[in-house]
Each structure stands twice: as structure tokens, then as C-alpha cells.
């Protein structure tokens, strides 16, 4: 091979493997999370959900420990809860918990007239605002509890929630919650 044409072929080999590698670092970029919250995997995770009902006390326990206002080994809100079938957010609407004042948001009726642009706005807001929202998803015949941490490179919501003492993700919720035609979330506000 003559010297003018293995020093092409090498050049030519080199830039490929060049753009591979910037090619590689843009895709990792894009798919890199915002990190909107001060969210602990390890807080998650050592969490759990007591009581097959329990997951509207669970989800504000989980948002206690995030927040270092409670132990890790708090459960006061599920242990009284137990299996409580006819609660929903308003059990916890203004109520202040280790000074964080929860508030219910959205809760309006599910079709197609609920204001879901106003919805996202809010949460993106809260995330923002370095704040987690507790969102109530379809799970099954019923509902589950799910607390959003983050959003995704697109800026999709990233949620997590327990199931025993099982860790579960919820991912694009934007369209889970268009599907679901709206759903309530609770939002909350430090008072030291």
C-alpha cells in the first residue's frame, strides 16, 4: 500500500473513532438526569410501605426522611393509618408534620376539560424549586401514591414509590397522567 493511502486510511479510521467517542459522550449527556432534588436512592430504599393501604402515609413519611425531618425508622403517620381504605390527600391538606405544611392540589374532576398544562407547570415548578410532589397514579383497579424527584433529559417526571419494601418506578408520567385525564398531587412548604 502505497505511503499516500495508508496514511489516509489511517486518518480516515482515526476520525471515525473520534466521532464514535464524541457521538458516545452526546448521547450520555442527553440521557443525564437534572438532578432537581436533594434525592437519596439509600433513603428510598430502606423506606417501606407497611400496610397494603398505607401508601398516602407512606409517601409523605418518604418525603419526611428526604428531607432529614424524621429517622429513618419513623412510621407514625402509617402505623395509625393501617388499612384505611376511604382516605385520600385531603387527610393531610394543611396539616403541618414536623414543620412541612402539606397541601392537595388538583383535586378536580378527571376528563377532558382538566387543566393538565397547569399541572405540569406546577410540578416542573415545585422540581425546580428543589421540592418533591406526591402524585396519586392508576395502579391496577386503584390508585397508588408516587413521590416525583426529578425529570428526565426531556423533561419528563421521574417518580418512585414503595410497594412492601419493594422500590417501584414510575416513568413518563406526563403521558400517564394525559391517559389518566388529570390526577391530584400534594405539594408542601417549610416552615423552618
Known sequence: ???????????????????????????????????LTKFSRQIVDSHQQKYGMSCIPMSIEMVLKELGRVPSDYYELQDPWKEKAD??????DGKTIKDVTFHQRFDLPRNDQFPLAKLFETIDRELKAGRFVIVSLTSGNGWHMFVIYDEDASGDFLAVSKSGSKTIEARHLKNTITRMQGTDIMTYELKS
Do not use: D, V, Y
Not at 382516605?87 to 393531610?92: A, Q
Open 1 to 35: 500500500m502505497p505511503g499516500h493511502a495508508k496514511s489516509l486510511l489511517i486518518g480516515l479510521l482515526l476520525g471515525s473513532f473520534l466521532l464514535s467517542i464524541i457521538a458516545q459522550e452526546t448521547k450520555t449527556a442527553q440521557s443525564a438526569k437534572p438532578c
Open 87 to 92: 382516605g385520600n390527600f385531603r387527610n393531610f
